[in-house]
């Protein structure tokens, strides 16, 4: 590929691929089909389509209300909703495998990656994980903000709590079937638990630096290089809070994440995790852009900025796709 295109045209010919997205819940509430163009929301296909987009996360968020008891039930059902979707979308693909993601590229199609935001969703279970993988999810969360059996949250911080006996069970079984875990969410001391048991590189599906935005949910520099050290990606986050303190956020201030994710980590740890529809959906509130089909204004910026083609590649998509391919294959 000619490194040298213009911005639209590369970001055309890039693997894009967004590590995050709340849509799933969105669109069960809302009962709208992701196959057509909608006011609702962030994503949808026509939206990813104009994005540019070849692979797109969607996250099975399992809501408090939910926790612990109906936490697989309510997992089932937003597979149920994902399943529900494929079928209405008929170029919207699942992604069970990197060659997925490469055949949608070359067909013209949209990969949808299935991933579950809090590991309450297994109840304790190994049986419920690999249950799970066999339904396609290939990527978890191991908490929301909270603590579980698995491991403390970032809203608990002060318990300084790593993984459990069940927890290290759990991320060992990920590394065996070949499941991404995810360690946006995490308490600190539960992330360095990660860093010290994990066989696997890891992933932060949507997280930004705290450097820049003192957010309890955002990455300290230690956790940055520890990620970059271990061949793992960090998806950059457009939700407002995540990107300047005072909420304002704006395009330039998310690729001011990137700039920095990139000087401390290496430009390998760095992609993209908007967490589109989980934020702003009820408010307006729309963060860095309007939706996902504003996606090819970030590759014009970081042209702009000087990055080279391959450093683009990487950060659009590239760095998750290696991550994706180590780990799941």
Same mark, same amino acid.
């Given at each position: 590929?000619?490194?040298?295109?213009?911005?639209?045209?590369? %970001?055309?010919?890039?693997?894009?691929?967004?590590?995050?997205?709340?849509?799933?819940?969105?669109?069960?509430?809302?009962?709208?089909?992701?196959?057509?163009?909608?006011?609702?929301?962030?994503?949808?296909?026509?939206?990813?389509?104009?994005?540019?987009?070849?692979?797109?996360?969607?996250?099975?968020?399992?809501?408090?209300?939910?926790?612990?008891?109906?936490?697989? =039930? =309510?997992?089932?059902?937003?597979?149920?909703?994902?399943?529900?979707?494929?079928?209405?979308? @008929?170029?919207?693909?699942?992604?069970?495998?990197?060659?997925?993601?490469?055949?949608?590229?070359?067909?013209?199609?949209?990969?949808?990656?299935?991933?579950?935001?809090?590991?309450?969703?297994?109840?304790?279970?190994?049986?419920?994980?690999?249950?799970?993988?066999?339904?396609?999810?290939?990527?978890?969360?191991?908490?929301?903000?909270?603590?579980?059996?698995?491991?403390?949250?970032?809203?608990?911080?002060?318990?300084?709590?790593?993984?459990?006996?069940?927890?290290?069970?759990?991320?060992?079984?990920?590394?065996?079937?070949?499941?991404?875990?995810?360690?946006?969410?995490?308490?600190?001391?539960?992330?360095?638990?990660?860093?010290?048991?994990?066989?696997?590189?890891?992933?932060?599906?949507?997280?930004?630096?705290?450097?820049?935005?003192?957010?309890?949910?955002?990455?300290?520099?230690?956790?940055?290089?520890?990620?970059?050290?271990?061949?793992?990606?960090? @998806?950059?986050?457009?939700?407002?809070?995540?990107?300047?303190?005072?909420?304002?956020? *704006?395009?330039?201030?998310?690729?001011?994440?990137?700039? %920095?994710?990139?000087?401390?980590?290496?430009?390998?740890?760095?992609?993209? @995790?908007?967490?589109?529809?989980?934020?702003?959906?009820?408010?307006?509130? *729309?963060?860095?852009?309007?939706?996902? *089909?504003?996606?090819?204004?970030?590759?014009?910026?970081?042209?702009?900025?000087?990055?080279?083609?391959?450093?683009?590649?990487?950060?659009?998509?590239?760095?998750?796709?290696?991550?994706?391919?180590?780990?799941?294959?």
């Amino acid at each position: 590929m000619d490194l040298t295109l213009p911005p639209r045209e590369l %970001h055309q010919r890039a693997i894009v691929i967004d590590g995050h997205c709340d849509t799933l819940l969105n669109t069960l509430s809302s009962r709208r089909d992701l196959a057509q163009r909608s006011q609702q929301g962030h994503v949808d296909l026509p939206r990813l389509r104009e994005g540019g987009v070849t692979c797109q996360f969607f996250a099975m968020y399992i809501e408090p209300q939910f926790k612990p008891a109906r936490a697989a =039930r =309510r997992t089932l059902q937003l597979l149920d909703e994902f399943y529900r979707q494929l079928a209405l979308a @008929g170029d919207l693909v699942p992604a069970k495998s990197v060659q997925d993601i490469y055949d949608a590229k070359r067909q013209g199609k949209v990969a949808a990656l299935l991933s579950i935001e809090g590991g309450e969703a297994v109840e304790g279970d190994l049986a419920l994980l690999r249950m799970f993988y066999r339904l396609g999810v290939r990527a978890m969360g191991l908490t929301w903000n909270e603590r579980n059996d698995i491991a403390d949250g970032v809203g608990e911080q002060g318990a300084k709590g790593g993984l459990s006996q069940f927890g290290k069970a759990v991320v060992q079984e990920m590394n065996r079937l070949g499941m991404l875990v995810d360690v946006s969410h995490l308490s600190e001391a539960s992330f360095w638990s990660v860093v010290e048991h994990a066989a696997a590189p890891p992933i932060a599906s949507h997280s930004n630096a705290r450097a820049l935005a003192d957010h309890r949910r955002n990455l300290t520099d230690d956790q940055v290089r520890a990620l970059g050290k271990l061949g793992g990606v960090i @998806g950059v986050v457009f939700a407002p809070h995540f990107v300047e303190s005072q909420g304002k956020a *704006s395009l330039r201030g998310l690729v001011d994440h990137i700039d %920095h994710l990139a000087a401390v980590g290496g430009i390998d740890c760095v992609g993209l @995790g908007s967490d589109f529809d989980g934020y702003g959906v009820s408010s307006g509130q *729309s963060g860095v852009m309007d939706d996902v *089909s504003q996606f090819p204004l970030i590759t014009e910026e970081l042209v702009q900025r000087g990055y080279t083609g391959e450093q683009v590649l990487k950060v659009l998509g590239g760095n998750f796709l290696r991550v994706i391919q180590a780990v799941v294959g």
